[in-house]
């Protein structure tokens, strides 16, 4: 059973950095797309960034340029660094594994394309 958990959120104000840290279990090497989502309140749940197990990375537009996704495989974890936040950027972001979308034309940022969930850090950027 995949579980994973989400650490790093914080309070910043607007041009500062967060590292948020994604610790998985039960997940195996070769495991595809892992991915960040975040979820602003009254706001539908979209992917930030995410990596494919052989490095591949995808951002979302509003990510390009700001935020880093990295992964370590022999430690199991999922990172985001986030700079230059923007009180926009203030949501729950959830980390993602279990990758059961399409593999034709993948879809990574899609979140129905994932199975496993964790319950969310959250990140509050102020103006």
């Known amino acids: 059973q995949v579980q994973l958990t989400e650490s790093g959120g914080g309070s910043v104000q607007s041009g500062g950095s967060l590292r948020l840290s994604c610790a998985a279990s039960?997940?195996?090497?070769?495991?595809?797309?892992m991915a960040w989502f975040r979820q602003a309140p009254g706001k539908q749940r979209e992917g930030v960034a995410a990596i494919h197990s052989d490095g591949r990375t995808i951002y979302a537009t509003s990510a390009k340029g700001r935020f880093a996704i990295s992964q370590d495989n022999d430690k199991n974890t999922l990172d985001l660094q986030m700079n230059g936040l923007k009180p926009e950027d203030t949501a729950m972001y959830s980390c993602?594994?279990?990758?059961?979308?399409?593999?034709?034309?993948?879809?990574?940022?899609?979140?129905?394309?994932?199975?496993?969930w964790g319950q969310g850090t959250q990140v509050t950027v102020s103006s």
């Open positions: 993602a594994a279990t990758y059961v979308g399409r593999w034709w034309d993948p879809q990574p940022l899609v979140a129905n394309s994932y199975a496993s």
């Open positions: 039960g997940i195996t090497r070769g495991r595809g797309w």
